[in-house]
C-alpha cells in the first residue's frame, strides 16, 4: 500500500504554506496508520479549527472537522458511543491548549483511548501569527509587536499531570522517530499525547528570524535531545524528546462497562 | 404491554419521552432546573446498556452528542439558559453538518445567572437566533406532562426526519411541577428511526446529496462509507467549498427543508376557540393559566378561547392569522417581554389589537393577572 492509497487526492492541494511542518506530520502520521495496518473504517478523525485541522479533510477516514478547540469533546462522544472506533485528533497548540485547554485536560483525566496529536508550532497561522499559549516569552507575533510576556505550557508537563497515560514528544525533523511513537500513541489503550514540534516559517519563523523552514529543521535538530542520549546528558537544557509516561491506567470506555454492569445488576435486582 | 401510570415531575417525563423515542446517549452538565434530566438518566441509560456522560462544560456535552449522532446514536443534552447560550456555536455546526440531536432548555430567569430556581420564558428568541448565521430550527413547548412526554417524542422524530437539531423549551414551572403521566404502549405514537443509506461498499455515497424528496440518508461512522463532515460550506461529499452556487445552495437547503415543512412540524391545542371574541394566544406553563382563565369565563357566558402552541419556531404565521380572523382582541400571555408577541403582530398586521400579558418577576403568572388586563382591554376597569 502506498501513502496514495490513504489519502483523499480530490481534497489536493492542501492549504499548507510551503516549508510547513504539518505535511511531514501528515506523512508520519499515514505511515504509522500503514504499518499498523488499520482497517481504514475502523478509523475517526476529527479536528478543530486551525491549519493543523485540515489534515482531516485529506486523508481517507471518517473525517469529523469540527469547531474550535472542542475537537476532544466530539472524540469523547464518538468514542463512547462506539468503543470499537480509532478515534485520532489532529490539534495545533492554540485549538489544543487555548480554546480547547479544558477539553484536553478532561480527556486526559478521564484515560479515554482517544490520541491526540499536538501539531505545536508556537503560532496561529491559519489567521496570520497571533501569539499562542506555547509561544513563550519574548516571542513576536501579529499581536504582540512588543514581544510576548506571557509564560508557555509544557504540554508533555500538562498532560503527565492531567492524567494522560501515554505521553511523547518528537519534531518533524526526526521523521522516523515520528512514525515509530505514532505507533505507540496509536495503539496504546487509553488516552495519548503526541506533541510535534512543526515549523511554521511564514508566521513564527520569518517574525522571529529563524531563517527558512530548512534552518527551523536543523534547529530542532540542535536544540533537542533524546532521553537517555549522551547529548542530553551532557545537555539537560535540551528540549527532551521521545516517551515520558506509558502506563496502563484504567480506560474510560472499559471502566464505563463495568456500570453497565452494576447498572443491570441493581435493575435486576429491582425486578425481584 | 398495558398502559403504565406514573406521578412524575415534568423533567422526568422529558425522560420518559425520550427513552420512548429510543434515545440511547446523552451527555450533559448540571444545571438548575434541568439537572433532573441528567440523573434520571446516568440511571435509565446503563441499566439497558447504553450511555451517559457528565462532560466537562456545556460546550462539550452538545459537542458529545454531536458526535454520538455521527456513529448511529439517537442523543440528547439538557440545560437551561447559561448553558444554552454555551452550546450556541456547537447547535449551529449541528445545522450546517445535519446532524439530527435533542436540545431540551428547561428556561428559568435570564439574562445571565438570572433567576436560577425561578421560572422564565425568556429564551424563545435566542432559540431562534442564539447562533450565528442564516439558518432555520425547530423548537418544540408543551404545558402539561402528557404533552411533554409526546412532545419529546416528536423532537426525536423530527430530528430524524429533516437531519436537525430540534430544541425544546420547557420552563421551571412545568418541569418542577409533579402531576399524573400515562405513558403511551409501544406503538402508540409512531417512531422515527435512523434513516441509512442503502448503497453498498464501493458505491459512491454521497452524504449531502438530498433526495428528491429532500431527505438525506446517513451512514454511521464506522460503517463503510467514509466521508467528511464540516461546519464549513460543502459539496455533496461534504468537502469545504466556497464556491457561490454552493453556498447559496446550501444555505437555502437548510433553511428551505424546515421553513417548507411547516404544516407538519406545526403543533397546538384548542380550547374555547370557537366562536371566541378575545384569544389568548400562550405556550408553556403560562397556558395552564391561560387555559384556566378561559375555562371560568367561558362557563360564565364570556367569549374567551386559548390557542396554545406546542411549535414555537417555525413560526406557524398563517395559523395564528386564520385562527385570530375574528377576534375583537388577541392577548399574549408569556413570561418574557414579547417575544411571542412580536410573532404574533408580524401574523396579524393590524397591531392595534394585540396586547401582552406576561410577567417577568419570576413568578408564574396568574389567571387572576390575565383576568385584569382583559377587564382594561373591554373596557371594564380592574
Known amino acids: 500500500m502506498s501513502v496514495k492509497d490513504y489519502i483523499r487526492e480530490r481534497f489536493f492541494p492542501h492549504i499548507w504554506c510551503p516549508g510547513c511542518g504539518h505535511g511531514i506530520v501528515l506523512n508520519s502520521f499515514l505511515r504509522a496508520v500503514e504499518q499498523l495496518k488499520i482497517n481504514k473504517n475502523k478509523i475517526v478523525i476529527t479536528s478543530g479549527i486551525g491549519c493543523s485541522a485540515r489534515i482531516s479533510g485529506y486523508v481517507d477516514f471518517h473525517s469529523l472537522h469540527t469547531i474550535h478547540g472542542r475537537a476532544l469533546a466530539f472524540a469523547t462522544g464518538l468514542k463512547l458511543s462506539k468503543p470499537k472506533l480509532k478515534i485520532i485528533v489532529p490539534m495545533g497548540d492554540g485549538d489544543a491548549l487555548a480554546i480547547g485547554g479544558n477539553h484536553f485536560i478532561h480527556a486526559a483525566r478521564r484515560n479515554i483511548d482517544v490520541t491526540a496529536i499536538i501539531m505545536n508550532n508556537r503560532i496561529y497561522g491559519m489567521t496570520g501569527g497571533q501569539y499562542s499559549p506555547l509561544s513563550g516569552l519574548n516571542i513576536k507575533a501579529s499581536t504582540a509587536p512588543f514581544l510576548t510576556i506571557e509564560n508557555d505550557f509544557n504540554i508533555v508537563e500538562l498532560a503527565k499531570a492531567a492524567g494522560a497515560s501515554f505521553v511523547a514528544r518528537t519534531t518533524t525533523y526526526h521523521v522516523l522517530e515520528a512514525v515509530t511513537l505514532l505507533k505507540k500513541a496509536i495503539k496504546h489503550k487509553g488516552f495519548s499525547v503526541i506533541e510535534i514540534l512543526s515549523q511554521c516559517p511564514t508566521y513564527f519563523g520569518r517574525k522571529n528570524k529563524k531563517g527558512d523552514a530548512c534552518s527551523m529543521l536543523e534547529l530542532y535538530k540542535k536544540n533537542t535531545g533524546k532521553i537517555g542520549s549522551k547529548k542530553l546528558n551532557n545537555n539537560p537544557d535540551l528540549i527532551k524528546r521521545g516517551i515520558f509516561v506509558n502506563n496502563n491506567k484504567p480506560e474510560y470506555c472499559e471502566e464505563y462497562e463495568k456500570i453497565i454492569q452494576k447498572a443491570a445488576t441493581a435493575a435486576a435486582i429491582r425486578q425481584i | ?382
Open chain 2, 1 to 382: 404491554m398495558t398502559s403504565k401510570i406514573k406521578f412524575v415531575h415534568g423533567n422526568e417525563a422529558c425522560v420518559r419521552g425520550a427513552l420512548y423515542a429510543g434515545v440511547n446517549f446523552f451527555a450533559g452538565y448540571p444545571i438548575t432546573p434541568s439537572t433532573e434530566i441528567a440523573e434520571i438518566l446516568s440511571q435509565k441509560l446503563p441499566e439497558q446498556g447504553d450511555k451517559f456522560i457528565q462532560m466537562e462544560d456545556e460546550i462539550a456535552s452538545m459537542c458529545a452528542i454531536i458526535g454520538a449522532s455521527l456513529t448511529g446514536h439517537k442523543v440528547m443534552t439538557a440545560t437551561s439558559g447559561p448553558g444554552f447560550s454555551l452550546k450556541q456555536e456547537a447547535l449551529g455546526y449541528a445545522c450546517m453538518a445535519e446532524i439530527p440531536c435533542v436540545i431540551v432548555n428547561v428556561q428559568r430567569g435570564g439574562p445571565s445567572t438570572g433567576n436560577p430556581t425561578h421560572v422564565s420564558q425568556g429564551d424563545v428568541n435566542q432559540a431562534r437566533w442564539g447562533t450565528h448565521g442564516d439558518h432555520s430550527i425547530i423548537a418544540l413547548t408543551a404545558s402539561n406532562h402528557q404533552d411533554i412526554f409526546e412532545t419529546t417524542v416528536n423532537a426525536f422524530n423530527f430530528a430524524e426526519t429533516y437531519r436537525t437539531p430540534v430544541i425544546l423549551l420547557f420552563d421551571e414551572t412545568i418541569c418542577h411541577m409533579r402531576e399524573k403521566l400515562i405513558i403511551p404502549r409501544k406503538n402508540d405514537i409512531p417512531i422515527v428511526n435512523r434513516f441509512r443509506t442503502s448503497l453498498k461498499k464501493h458505491v459512491d455515497y454521497h452524504p449531502y446529496l438530498p433526495r428528491e424528496d429532500g431527505r438525506l440518508p446517513m451512514s454511521d461512522f464506522g460503517d463503510v462509507h467514509r466521508y467528511n463532515v464540516t461546519g464549513l460550506f460543502h459539496d455533496m461529499w461534504g468537502f469545504p467549498s466556497n464556491n457561490p452556487k454552493i453556498v447559496q445552495e446550501l444555505l437555502h437547503h437548510i433553511n428551505d427543508k424546515i421553513e417548507n415543512s411547516i404544516h407538519e412540524i406545526t403543533k397546538y391545542k384548542e380550547h374555547y376557540l370557537e366562536n371566541a371574541e378575545y384569544i389568548l394566544i400562550s405556550y408553556g406553563s403560562s397556558a395552564r393559566s391561560a387555559i384556566h382563565m378561559a375555562k371560568n369565563r367561558t362557563q360564565r357566558g364570556e367569549k374567551i378561547g386559548v390557542l396554545e402552541l406546542q411549535s414555537l419556531w417555525p413560526f406557524p404565521h398563517a395559523l395564528v392569522r386564520e385562527k385570530c380572523s375574528k377576534a375583537k382582541a388577541v392577548l399574549v400571555v408569556e413570561m418574557n417581554m414579547g417575544q411571542i408577541l412580536n410573532q404574533v403582530k408580524l401574523a396579524l398586521g393590524d397591531s392595534k389589537n394585540v396586547f401582552l400579558a406576561n410577567r417577568i418577576d419570576g413568578n408564574l403568572i396568574t389567571p387572576t393577572n390575565i383576568k385584569a388586563l382583559l377587564r382594561v382591554i373591554q373596557g371594564r376597569g380592574v
